[in-house]
Every structure is written in structure tokens, then in C-alpha cells.
């Protein structure tokens, strides 16, 4: 019912730049937080940022002052730039929204298909 497609995974190198961008779609009564998740090889998945339904931004410790997240309420999108990206940056990268649909209202956790950012010299 509800799908969340990401897109600007790839290779960069040490120090490079990358954006990402979700898109959501579905039969949506309204969105709270929004976000993105990564998750590395022998790690669990982590918060790398998200925005609330209210606007406010919020950065995991390793991530702040390198990457930015914007919300776009009317067109239903969330986008991450990552800028002076270092190798402990690599992971899958997956778009996180919490989402009331019709015909049950109760808000769900909805995850997109997760794309892949590899950091290299």
C-alpha cells in the first residue's frame, strides 16, 4: 500500500559528496517523522538523521556538521546531502518514515529498499 523508493547510493571517495533522495507514496493520511537509517557490516542499524512532522532536525554525534537533511512536506520526500564523507560512512542507507494510511490509522513503521554507499580512496 505504501512504498518508499531511494535513490543517489554509489561509490565516492574520501572527502567526496553525495545526495540522497526518498520518495513516498500510498493511500497517506499524514507522515510524522521522517528520516534516514544506515547499516554497516557487522553493525546494527543507526540513526543517521530525521525530521519530525513539526520541522526539527535531528543528527547522530558522528554525522553533525558533515550532512544536511531537508523534508518536503508537499511532495511527501526526504533528502540527506552528505558532504566530507570518510570510509566509516559505508553502509546501506535506508529512508525511514512512521505513517498513518487508510484504512487503519494507527501510525506504522515503513521502510524503503535500502541503497548502497561505499566511501574509498
Known amino acids: 500500500q505504501v512504498q518508499l523508493v531511494e535513490s543517489g547510493g554509489g561509490l565516492v571517495q574520501d572527502g567526496g559528496s553525495l545526495g540522497l533522495s526518498c520518495v513516498v507514496s500510498?493511500?497517506?493520511?499524514?507522515?510524522?517523522?521522517m528520516g534516514w537509517y544506515r547499516q554497516a557490516p557487522g553493525k546494527q542499524r543507526e540513526l543517521v538523521a530525521k525530521?519530525?512532522?513539526?520541522?526539527?532536525?535531528i543528527y547522530a554525534d558522528s554525522v553533525k556538521g558533515r550532512f544536511t537533511i531537508s523534508r518536503d512536506n508537499a511532495k511527501n520526500t526526504v533528502a540527506l546531502q552528505m558532504n566530507s564523507l570518510k570510509r566509516e560512512d559505508s553502509a546501506v542507507y535506508y529512508c525511514?518514515?512512521?505513517?498513518?494510511?487508510?484504512?487503519?490509522?494507527?501510525?506504522?513503521?515503513?521502510w524503503g529498499q535500502g541503497t548502497q554507499v561505499t566511501v574509498s580512496s
Open positions: 500510498g493511500s497517506i493520511i499524514s507522515i510524522n517523522d
Open positions: 525530521v519530525t512532522s513539526n520541522g526539527a532536525a
Open positions: 525511514n518514515a512512521i505513517i498513518r494510511t487508510f484504512p487503519v490509522q494507527a501510525p506504522l513503521n515503513y
